[in-house]
């Protein structure tokens, strides 16, 4: 689950996302602290922050470490920066570079490979809006400009009590300004509220009384999947019945599910992998169809209620993926099928690329999915299905398409075509072994 914070600075974002984790038992990322720790060694090598060019060469070598448990300390290059990071040059500098699209792209890519991994509350400017655009929860925090002055002078002072002198007020909130105008007028992924985040002005509140509010919002782990439409849902129902009656049908692996946009790779033997894969996941899930099933009086009303798709062209046309990219970027959960066309024999068949690049191009996981026994219900070249037979179906690990960053474009695909058929062989094995345990 991700709960997305943002706002400007000083409204308290880190206090807050830090104090949210803690309660619901989830990690924290301050990503500000990603772009402060650039910005820090883009200094300490001299490169000149103004320079776009350069300090997009320089983003290619640049990495970051986070040690420590619940106290972070940030690491770059061997050296604990942590404290340094939080000067007034840092902050003017990291502002400064966050602009750059080269330095956007590589951090955004860092961010939602963490996202992936866990439970996370993410705060900074464009959580919501951009980096994870399907968040469970999203929040925006605002403040008065002077009272998030005065809060960042005193933090400044409590940080570094012998520069007193040197620490003004009045220079302070004028930055504040100057800062809150960089990062809100800037071309690329501005800071500005999503529509569906919950703005919070924290002017006249306290830490703890914000915490509390957020962790009041915040749906319960492991979040419920969204309610299925009534129709969807009845239709849904009925199918279940059916496949539990005439085929006992296991679905297993379904702790593998995570909320929001994802393709379901799945192997393809039958005619009945569509509707078995839908009424297998705990939410709607979206198809392609040929445009011509749509023309069919009664079945193109039903199968467009299904969550069906029209397409002219074949699976792998730059149209059609450009379509299964726009059903991604909604939240949907999509159904694949990388082989292709139907398997003739029922075995597993070579996966094409398209499935890697989609992921690539929606930025979204790939949860693999093995049928068993619709072949035998239903197998290519019959015309109706026998109703009896068991049929099983399995999910596995989700891939994620930011493992495999820092490849070539071409090279990542091959390799998440690749894990994406072992995964599925895997499937199969640890069916045809028994079932114990969790799926891999
Ligand atoms: O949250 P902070 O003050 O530590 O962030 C430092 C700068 O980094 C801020 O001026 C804008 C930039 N930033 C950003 O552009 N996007 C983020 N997600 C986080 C921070």
């Known amino acids: 689950m991700i709960i997305a914070i943002d706002g400007p600075s000083g409204t308290g974002k880190s206090t807050v996302a830090r104090g949210v984790a803690k309660r619901l038992k989830f990690t924290f990322f301050d990503t500000g602290s990603m772009y402060r720790c650039l910005a820090w060694k883009v200094l300490g090598e001299k490169v000149d922050p103004a320079d776009e060019k350069k300090v997009g060469d320089f983003m290619r070598h640049f990495s970051y470490e986070i040690r420590g ?43 939602r490979k963490f996202g992936m991994s866990c439970d996370a509350v993410f705060e900074g400017r464009d959580m919501g809006t951009v980096v994870f655009p399907h968040a469970d929860l999203k929040i925006f925090l605002t403040a008065r400009p002077d009272v998030r002055a005065i809060r960042r002078y005193k933090e400044l002072l409590a940080k570094f009590p012998t520069m007193v002198d040197s620490i003004h007020y009045e220079q302070i909130l004028e930055e504040t300004i100057q800062r809150d105008k960089n990062d809100s007028t800037r071309a690329l992924s501005p800071l500005k509220q999503a529509r569906d985040a919950i703005c919070i002005d924290t002017s006249n509140m306290s830490a703890d009384e914000v915490i509390e509010k957020i962790v009041q919002m915040a749906p319960p782990r492991g979040g419920a999947f969204p309610k299925m439409k009534l129709f969807y849902h009845s239709i849904y129902s009925l199918a279940r019945l059916f496949f539990k009656v005439f085929f006992g049908l296991r679905v297993y692996g379904l702790n593998h599910f995570k909320k929001g946009p994802g393709i379901i790779a799945a192997n393809h033997v039958s005619n009945l992998d569509p509707p078995v894969l839908s009424i297998s996941c705990p939410e709607e899930v979206h198809f392609l169809g040929k445009e011509s099933l749509f023309r069919k009086p009664f079945l193109g009303w039903l199968i467009r209620k299904l969550n069906t798709h029209p397409v002219a062209g074949a ?88 493992e495999f960053e820092g490849m070539s474009k071409k090279e990542a695909q091959e390799q998440i075509k690749k894990q994406c058929e072992i995964s599925i062989q895997n499937l199969k094995m640890w069916l045809d072994n028994g079932a114990e345990g969790d799926p891999p």
């Not at 690491?75 to 939080?86: A, E, P």
């Not at 040059?89 to 961010?111: D, G, N």
């Not at 999915?369 to 299905?385: H, L, N």
Request: overall charge positive; proline content about 8%.
């Open 315 to 402: 699976a792998a046309d730059l149209t059609t993926l450009k379509r299964m990219v726009q059903i991604l970027n909604q939240g949907h959960k999509l159904i694949v099928f990388p082989e292709g066309s139907r398997s003739p024999d029922g075995q597993l068949q070579p996966h094409e690329r398209g499935v890697a690049f989609l992921s690539q191009s929606a930025h979204c996981p790939i949860f693999p999915a093995y049928i068993q026994g619709t072949f035998q219900a239903w197998p290519r070249g019959k015309k109706f299905p026998r109703l009896c037979g068991k049929i099983a179906c399995v999910f596995g690990s989700p891939i994620s398409p930011f």
């Open 69 to 111: 448990g619940e106290e972070r300390r940030y690491w770059v290059n061997g050296c604990d920066v942590t404290d340094l990071i939080r000067t007034q040059e840092i902050s003017a500098v990291s502002s400064q570079i966050a602009v750059y699209p080269e330095v956007r792209k590589a951090l955004v890519q860092i961010q």
